[in-house]
């Protein structure tokens, strides 16, 4: 695969990423990665799945959103990452990117989220109805209440979060809310304004869900909770047709299992996306003898009850 490196303005930080293009073919549908929280596009499925997916004919662009890593710095002593991260702006991010696909002719792509990056791609889908396809990895339930589900799976190490929040919302209230606040465990460092967007702003996956009407792939590994990976509650929810796959032996991040994970999104997008893409390329005659194209769009699976399917091997 071909390999470019980007880097795209925001009105803040800009954002970097790789652009990967199949090697020896043109692009048949593009990809858009988002990375879970506190990571970035080096590391996880924004990494092993771009050699897959190009082989398929994908174009994938993997990057990171201002909420990247825990902290970092580029080319000064400014911090930045997720210690700061803010919902608004990773939503703002997500759509910069698509945007920047969309500049270099491809067509709109499929969202490929995990955990926070996959609770992200629900919001996005939803504000996108062209979206042709959603792939959800561990997929976070969002909404007020993920934090404390986080924090009850064992996340936080049983932080007192009520009073985290109070010290947060007094230094937000004292114009200190970009100061960081150390947290025992999972996340180890948070400005106070980015604990309470934690708190109060994130996307609901669930009730996000009747708004997703393109195909979905949701999968979740067997040593992830399912209340706070809720891949069989959103396919019940959600508008369109949805696979739900279960991976034996994988957590949450895919060691050990990230070909087999690879696999699953690959085979479940040729399946999906395969009979329309012979559809867009027939070409049938109108009764009066002119040529009409099928379009792209058009439906490969029936809606209604959105389908789940547990195909745990």
């Known amino acids: 695969?071909?390999?470019?490196?980007?880097?795209?303005?925001?009105?803040?930080?800009?954002?970097?990423?790789?652009?990967?293009?199949?090697?020896?073919?043109?692009?048949?549908?593009?990809?858009?990665?988002?990375?879970?929280?506190?990571?970035?596009?080096?590391?996880?499925?924004?990494?092993?799945?771009?050699?897959?997916?190009?082989?398929?004919?994908?174009a994938c662009l993997a990057f990171n959103r201002r909420g990247h890593d825990i902290m970092s710095i580029r080319d000064s002593r400014q911090a930045e990452g997720a210690a700061w991260q803010m919902t608004h702006e990773a939503i703002e991010d997500n759509r910069i990117a698509?945007?920047?696909?969309?500049?270099q002719g491809l067509p709109?792509?499929?969202?490929?989220?995990?955990?926070?990056?996959?609770?992200?791609?629900?919001?996005?889908?939803?504000?996108?109805?062209?979206?042709?396809?959603?792939?959800?990895?561990?997929?976070?339930?969002?909404?007020?209440?993920?934090?404390?589900?986080?924090?009850?799976?064992?996340a936080l190490d049983g932080l007192d979060l009520d009073a985290v929040a109070e010290t947060?919302?007094?230094?937000?209230?004292?114009?200190?809310g970009r100061d960081l606040m150390h947290l025992p465990g999972w996340w180890y460092v948070s400005s106070a304004e980015s604990f309470l967007d934690r708190m109060d702003a994130l996307p609901d996956t669930l009730g996000l869900a009747p708004q997703v009407r393109c195909p979905t792939l949701y999968l979740r590994g067997?040593?992830?909770?399912?209340?706070?990976y809720p891949a069989e509650a959103f396919a019940r929810r959600c508008a369109g047709p949805c696979t739900v796959s279960i991976v034996d032996r994988c957590d949450h991040f895919?060691?050990?299992?990230?070909?087999e994970v690879a696999s699953r999104v690959a085979g479940w997008l040729e399946r999906t996306f395969a009979a329309a893409r012979q559809e867009s390329a027939a070409v049938v005659g109108t009764a009066d003898g002119a040529l009409q194209q099928v379009s792209p769009g058009h439906e490969i699976v029936s809606p209604g009850e959105p389908s789940t399917s547990r195909d745990a091997k």
């Open 1 to 58: 695969m071909r390999t470019e490196l980007i880097t795209l303005a925001t009105d803040t930080t800009p954002i970097d990423g790789a652009f990967y293009q199949p090697d020896d073919k043109p692009a048949i549908g593009s990809v858009l990665l988002f990375h879970g929280n506190r990571m970035n596009f080096l590391w996880g499925a924004p990494r092993f799945l771009p050699p897959v997916l190009t082989r398929l004919g994908y």
């Open 168 to 176: 947060a919302r007094r230094k937000v209230a004292q114009g200190c």
């Open 254 to 259: 895919y060691r050990g299992r990230e070909a």
């Open 108 to 154: 709109d792509p499929v969202v490929i989220g995990h955990s926070n990056g996959g609770m992200l791609a629900v919001r996005h889908v939803a504000d996108h109805p062209r979206t042709p396809g959603l792939v959800l990895l561990s997929a976070q339930c969002g909404g007020t209440g993920m934090v404390r589900h986080a924090a009850a799976a064992g």
């Open 98 to 103: 698509a945007r920047w696909l969309a500049q």
């Open 222 to 228: 067997d040593s992830e909770p399912e209340d706070l």
